[in-house]
């Protein structure tokens, strides 16, 4: 299986990319959210999934490793095809993806093209719990800000801060500021403890 590409982006199309690697033009299928993530005429690297079927082998490809796992765990759904997965990635980032299954957004991913209730309905019971397991997150408000938060509390307990503390000064600084990162979230901890 091709697992990346990295080579000249020769041709960008919102729906794919022409790739050539020493010389073999690779075609990969990507969603508006990798188009939105490529440059327009440099080296590149693409996360692959090569779909095999009976008439057609078929690349598809994506900016993060994390999309890339999204797009398997959904065209595992059964009723839900590649390009449904691929019009998912493109509707939706790959964080408000895992973020409606796992909050059980079934208008959300109704609101796809092409994606009924049953399907969405589907789509969650089949997908929550690998989600959970894979993302190790619970209910999400905001994936990033609760994962930087926690990486931030146990970085000032390493730097001698109590627990109980830290929390309470992180938890205020994400609430004003829900998309802070790590380095941010610390730097601005240090200053209240």
Known sequence: MITHLQGKLVEKNPTDVVIDC????????ISLHTFS?????ENVTLFTYLLVKEDSHTLYGFSGAEEREIFKLLISVSGVG??????????????????????????VIQSVKGIGAKTAQRVILD???????????????????????????????TLG??????????????????????ETIIK??????
């Not at 998912?88 to 408000?96: A, E, G, I, V, Y």
């Not at 601005?188 to 403890?193: G, Y």
């Open 127 to 157: 997908l929550k719990d690998k989600i959970l397991k894979v993302y190790g997150m619970s209910t999400i408000s905001g994936v990033s800000s609760n994962t930087n938060k926690n990486e931030a509390l146990s970085a000032l307990e």
């Open 188 to 193: 601005l901890a240090l200053k209240k403890l």
């Open 22 to 29: 020493n010389g073999v033009g690779y075609l990969v299928h």
């Open 161 to 182: 801060f109590m627990r109980k503390q830290a929390e309470k000064v992180c938890e205020k600084i994400v609430q004003e500021d829900p998309g802070a990162s790590v």
């Open 82 to 107: 590649a390009s449904t997965a691929r019009t998912m990635l493109s509707s939706l980032t790959p964080d408000q993806v895992k973020e409606a299954i796992v909050n059980e957004g079934v208008a």
């Open 37 to 41: 993530q490529l440059p327009s005429t």
